[in-house]
């Protein structure tokens, strides 16, 4: 099993190279949009340019795009905060931040034994399940709305971050790492009231949970995400 995983080794330090620098134009586009209004606005646009909002999703299955671990369920609360940085007609483009103080795995329960040799072997037996919490950020996030300044706005999204575990996810065995990198790709749509001062967000987000083989196994795990949430603008 673990040969297979080392195999996916350079694919996924490749993908991983790629999302950084991804990550990095996302930074300095983001910080170019902040240190100015957004452009193309009215004046009462501008003054509902920052969200605030909370969010909670969760994914009953593991599918297999990027990660190889199966039968683990994925839950997510955050807040969060946003800034519209550029506007079109039709599109407006906003920077997002998530800081998530619950990130719940229910995954299957591992016990490792070590037989004896020669050679030594290790055996891993699934004896049930367990819950494991964490909490993490995803300090970059890029979020594009179309029919932009409608009550109905469907929109793309993608944000980048980390997690960190009380147990290590999604393979608790010894060895592996309580920390781990995160990305997503999102789509869904917001419901703004008459002001355009709330709005209700409504989603699916395919999530990867990985540790970028920084300890000697990466079965990495994905989610489907389906989320709900709800934001003040100012």
């Not at 340019?49 to 990660?67: Q, R, T």
């Not at 932009?148 to 608790?172: K, N, Y």
Request: proline share 6%; glycine share 10%; hydrophobic share 40%.
């Amino acid at each position: 099993m673990s040969r297979s995983w080392m195999m996916r080794g350079a694919n996924d330090v490749t993908k991983w190279s790629l999302l950084a620098r991804l990550a990095i134009c996302a930074g300095v586009l983001c910080c170019c949009g902040l240190a100015s209004p957004a452009r193309g606005q009215s004046r009462t646009e501008r003054s509902l340019n920052n969200e605030f909002g909370i969010w909670g999703g969760y994914s009953f299955d593991s599918p297999h795009v990027f990660g190889v671990s199966s039968d683990r369920r994925l839950g997510l609360a955050a807040l969060r905060y946003g800034r519209t940085i550029h506007s079109w007609q039709n599109t407006s483009l906003a920077y997002t931040v998530d800081i998530f103080p619950l990130v719940l795995v229910d995954q299957p329960k591992i016990l490792t034994i070590v037989t004896p040799g020669p050679p030594p072997q290790t055996v891993y037996i699934d004896s049930g399940r367990e819950a494991v919490y964490g909490g993490g950020v995803n300090p970059i996030g890029l979020k594009l709305n179309f029919l932009h300044q409608r009550r109905f706005e469907p929109f793309v999204a993608s944000t980048v971050g980390l997690v960190v575990s009380t147990r290590p996810i999604p393979l608790d065995v010894a060895g592996e790492d309580q920390f781990n990198f995160t990305f997503d790709f999102q789509a869904g749509f917001e419901r703004f009231n008459a002001t355009r001062s709330r709005a209700w967000m409504f989603g699916y987000r395919y999530q990867h949970i990985s540790n970028a083989y920084r300890s000697s196994l990466n079965p990495g795990m994905d989610g489907n995400v389906f989320f709900v949430g709800y934001s003040f603008f100012k």
